[in-house]
């Protein structure tokens, strides 16, 4: 079910930016968040960072049989580390196509790699959400006679806002239709319920057509400011592989880096004296396959920048993240006909 949860929301936050519903988004704040519980699993879902490129959401989940009681303040809950929770992450999309950036568990204390088969970002930024008429939204009681006007009410899901449930609230429908893909939701019809007044960027009920039965998730808590002991999102730092290539132009660093370092700065550490003394070098970089790139230095650049006889590593900082440089371990001595 964790499965089906994740996928619909990200389903839910891409379809936003593919449609009206865009403004939602658009509008949310830091902190804002959302409570789900569905099959036996509570998730508190929340909003950590957004820009105009992406958006970074926390997510706490925990066996709703750890949480018998619910507690009375979700942000006291997680100020106390969030006891009973079972797994605890941070997710930052991408929003002009939909694909995950990075993800990292902090009950794992490691990066999860997620492919794209799983995230399925691609294909739900393709899929139409469509607006639910009322003559199409489901109704409370049994259907009239043939020919009989239908006066029954338009069925709306609970909404439960910092604690208290809201009476008399309003619900805008949308509709899609997953794509046979042969996942888990391939084929299956998808409602999404999000309240019509506050705006609120997350749907307060996802509802699944599945073969026997709908499959629900509902939403019993939300609210703004949720704080986050996790000021953000970690970031994996890049890393040398293997050992530089001679060729006849210069030289070649092997280099796997995340996909969201687009620029690097490139230094030679003189560790000849006491004193290490640092020299910018210019380069390029050639993309290669996955995360994998190529860091080439011309030769004349080489000549210009180093010393004969002195001992040197490299230095890889990526722009604007000083903190996650990475450096070799293994000085080389160049001798100037390297």
Aim: net charge neutral; proline share 7%; glycine share 4%.
């Amino acid at each position: 079910m964790m499965k089906y949860f994740i996928f619909c929301l990200s389903c839910c936050c891409n379809l936003l930016f593919s449609s009206p519903l865009k403004e939602r988004i658009q509008q949310a704040h830091n902190g804002d968040y959302l409570v789900f519980e569905s099959n036996k699993m509570i998730t508190v879902l929340s909003i950590r960072s957004i820009t105009k490129d992406s958006i970074v959401l926390e997510e706490i989940s925990a066996p709703s049989q750890n949480l018998l009681k619910h507690p009375t303040s979700w942000a006291e809950w997680i100020k106390n580390k969030a006891p009973g929770h079972t797994s605890w992450s941070m997710t930052e999309i991408n929003l002009k196509d939909g694909q995950i950036i990075e993800c990292y568990s902090f009950s794992r204390a490691s990066w999860i790699q997620i492919s794209q088969k799983e995230s399925l970002f691609a294909t739900l930024l393709q899929l139409p959400l469509e607006f639910l008429k009322p003559e199409k939204r489901s109704r409370i009681g049994p259907p009239p006679p043939d020919g009989e006007l239908d006066v029954r009410k338009i069925w709306e899901p609970p909404l439960y806002f910092e604690g208290k449930k809201k009476s008399n609230s309003h619900f805008d429908a949308y509709q899609t239709s997953w794509p046979k893909d042969g996942s888990e939701l391939s084929g299956k019809t998808i409602s999404l319920y999000f309240d019509h007044e506050t705006r609120f960027p997350f749907p307060f009920w996802i509802q699944i057509e599945a073969a026997y039965a709908a499959i629900s998730i509902r939403a019993i808590d939300a609210g703004r400011n949720l704080p986050s002991p996790f000021s953000s999102l970690p970031k994996r730092i890049p890393e040398f592989v293997g050992q530089p290539k001679k060729t006849k132009n210069g030289l070649l660093l092997s280099v796997k880096s995340p996909k969201y370092y687009h620029k690097f700065e490139l230094f030679a550490v003189d560790v000849t004296g006491k004193e290490r003394q640092i020299h910018p070098i210019s380069h390029s970089l050639i993309e290669g396959d996955n995360e994998f790139l190529t860091i080439e230095i011309q030769e004349d650049q080489l000549r210009k920048t180093l010393e004969s006889d002195h001992r040197y590593t490299w230095l890889l900082v990526p722009a604007g993240n000083t903190q996650s440089y990475t450096q070799t371990t293994k000085p080389f001595l160049w001798s100037g006909t390297d």
